[in-house]
């Protein structure tokens, strides 16, 4: 019975070879790092460098992001609610410390509007062997101004914030 | 295209193989000895039967409530992934399965006691059964990923599954309390093969505007997945020993479970019948080759932050690795060999069946009559309609099915049961089963969603079951 209804049972026509075509290719986002320094430090900076650090960040060179990433846009927010003026870089490092990419943030004294910047990575951006290959971030906060800060605002400081918005590929 | 056909059938009916456990075409099938599997309190007019070992019983049952082969691979030009997306991704829900089971009888006999009104049956089988809920925010999170989802939780409950494999040890007792009444029971030991299961998780992963920085990440999670007796089967695929260690565990080498069947059949009237059984009141304990696996707590990261100038107090400091081990600290992924208890899924039958049209003359060894006062096995009618409820004990929740039937007997040669269900698989569910009784040997085939025959590659679900006996009533 099963036999003969599998016999004369019909099935229309299927394309297997489809299954080439899957292709799982999500966006996920997070935040990356968040760096603040308060006024106090901008003022007790005996030179212009207000910060000068380096952050292993292994999240990108990790095999499980780094073969799978496409492409991707890293954010980075400043805020400044002191008053002085000042130059942000962050510098994309590989394992060995060389710089991979530069980002420059020209910060206005408050009152300020926040200042956001996106950087591109892979298709029309830069290049996204450049995130495969990040393990640590270097942020670096230059007092322009040279001139000391006496805000009237509660808690001045200066901020930076940043996050990934990158698309993997799963399956392909 | 043939290669598609045959790729199409070897889906069907292998890698689909496990889906839904309704025996509604064999349930009441006097006919057939395997029908007291599904009621031990079937009425039954044999002398004694004896399946033929590895014959006697096979059932094998497919189905996925929400999504067929030819809705990712019918050949209609539109894109795969779209297809994907808006049927698999989207178009199903936490609630849609892809479940089943699967038995394959090693041992089943029947024979009557001394007093003629007890008839007892013993054997053993193999069963497989597993069920798995569709992930679906898992997959949304695979597929689209989190990103412009802000404030959008994603369920960790619907992972969602279990599953087992075992041999079944039974014996029990089909008696006729009187003339209207037959009652059964039987009694089982389940001698476990493997078993998995991951049915009680909870918790959400979200992403949300961050206090600090610009996002933050929160999971929270009480997940566990208890297994028993994996390892073991791939240390032993590993020796070359899978076949031994099977076998090993079938006969009572593994984790061991007890349970109970229980039915019975109410001749309302001379025509009119009510039956009901429950069917794997039991559990298995697991103590054995265990491994389980958790992930319990709550973590939100914003990225690394770094607060001057306290943060460059340790100029060696990794925020990097402390960020990845707060989270494993906070949300610890964890094994452990803790023993555990697994209940079956109980199964609920039941039927109200109307005879009518001319008799069938009863074969049991007996002065039988349709209208004998003290008759042990009644007289059967040509045709019998009636209906059956089905409902199974699910991790989401009992799941129903409804049957409605007609059966037609040509003699002591040979019957027939149409079915047509309505269940979460399909409205258009029409089954037929046939049993064919040619001396002592009874032969009896049974299929089930034959409108799906159509397209085989567009049925959300099939099942079938065969089986060979030799029956005797005794008479001389």
Redo the contacts between chains.
């Keep these: ?2 036999s003969c ?2 016999l ?9 070879n ?2 080439d ?4 290719t ?13 006024e ?2 901008v003022n007790a900076s005996t030179q212009t460098n207000v ?1 000068n ?1 380096e ?5 990108f060179s990790s095999d499980v992001f780094s073969k799978r990433v496409l492409d991707g846009t890293i ?1 980075y ?1 400043v805020e400044n609610t002191t008053e002085s003026e000042l130059s942000v870089s962050i510098e994309l490092l590989d394992l060995d410390g060389n710089v991979l990419d530069t980002v420059i943030i020209p910060v206005a004294p408050a009152p300020m509007e926040m200042q956001q910047i996106d950087i591109a990575y892979g298709n029309s951006g830069r290049s996204i062997d450049i995130i495969k290959n990040t393990s640590s971030i270097r942020v670096e906060a230059t007092n322009v101004s040279g001139t000391q800060s006496t805000s009237t605002l509660a808690e001045p400081k200066v901020i930076l ?3 990934g ?1 990158f ?2 590929e ?1 399956i392909q | ?1 043939r290669a ?2 045959i ?3 070897v889906l069907f ?1 292998t890698c689909f193989a496990m889906f839904g456990q309704n025996k509604q075409l064999l349930y009441d099938f006097v006919e057939i000895p395997q029908s007291a599997m599904i009621n031990p309190g079937v009425d039954t007019d044999f002398q004694w039967y004896a399946g033929v070992p590895l014959l006697s019983g096979m059932s094998l049952q497919a189905g996925s409530s929400g999504l067929s ?2 809705d ?4 209609d030009g539109l ?3 779209d297809k ?1 997306r808006d049927r698999a991704i989207y178009g199903m829900n936490a609630r849609d399965e892809l479940s089943g089971t699967f038995q394959i009888e090693l041992l089943n006999f029947g024979f009557r006691g001394k007093n003629p009104d007890n008839f007892y049956t013993g054997g053993m089988y193999i069963e497989g059964d597993a069920i798995g809920y569709w992930f679906q925010d898992y997959a949304i ?8 989802k802000l404030n959008q939780p994603f369920d960790l409950g619907h992972l969602k599954t279990r599953g087992e494999m075992m041999n079944v040890f039974h014996i029990g007792l089909n008696k006729k309390i009187d003339n209207e009444l037959t009652i059964g029971v039987r009694g089982k030991i389940y001698s476990s093969i493997f078993d998995f299961n991951s049915t009680k998780n909870q918790g959400t992963f979200i ?1 949300k505007e ?1 206090v ?6 929160t999971i929270e999670a009480d997940m566990q997945l208890r297994t028993s007796g994996l390892n073991g089967l791939k240390d032993a695929s590993d020796d070359g020993t899978l076949g031994s260690t099977i076998t090993k565990r079938a006969f009572f080498g593994g984790n061991l479970g007890v349970g109970v069947d229980l039915g019975f059949t109410y001749q309302l009237s001379d025509q009119l019948v009510f039956t009901g059984s429950l069917l794997d009141l039991g559990f298995i304990y697991h103590s054995k080759d265990i491994k389980n696996y958790t992930l319990n707590g709550k973590a939100t ?9 306290d943060a ?1 107090a340790d100029p060696n400091a ?4 402390d960020l990845v081990d707060d989270v494993e600290g906070f949300v610890p992924f964890e094994d452990n060999a803790d023993s555990y208890i697994a209940f079956r899924p109980t199964k609920l039958y039941s039927s109200l069946r109307y005879n009518f049209g001319e008799h069938v003359d009863n074969r049991a060894n007996c002065a039988c009559g349709v209208n004998a006062s003290s008759n042990r096995a009644r007289a059967k009618y040509v045709n019998s309609v009636g209906g059956q409820l089905y409902v199974i004990n699910r991790p989401r929740g009992p799941q129903v099915a409804l049957t409605g039937f007609y059966q037609r007997r040509f003699g002591n040669f040979m019957s027939i049961k149409t079915t047509y269900t309505i269940d979460k698989f399909s409205y258009s569910n029409v089954g037929l089963g ?1 049993s064919l009784q040619a001396g002592p040997v009874n032969i009896y ?3 089930d969603n ?1 409108l799906s ?6 049925s959300n679900y099939a099942s ?1 079951q ?1 089986g060979l006996n030799i029956i005797s009533w005794g008479k001389k």
Excluded: H
């Design positions: 019975m099963l209804l599998t004369f049972s019909c099935i229309e026509d299927q394309d297997f489809q299954f075509e899957i292709g799982v999500p966006t996920i986002e997070a935040s990356i790092l968040y760096v603040e320094a308060p106090s430090l910060i650090q952050f292993n960040f292994d999240a954010t927010i914030k940043s996050s918005k698309r993997l799963i | 295209m598609s056909k790729l199409s059938i009916w082969v030819n990712i691979f019918a050949n894109d795969i992934n994907i999170l695979a597929f689209d990923g989190n990103a412009d992403t961050g600090n920085n610009i996002y933050s990440s990261i914003e990225g690394i932050e770094i607060i001057l100038p460059a990794d925020f990097w690795q046939l085939a049974m299929a034959l025959y159509g397209n085989l590659a567009d079938f065969l």
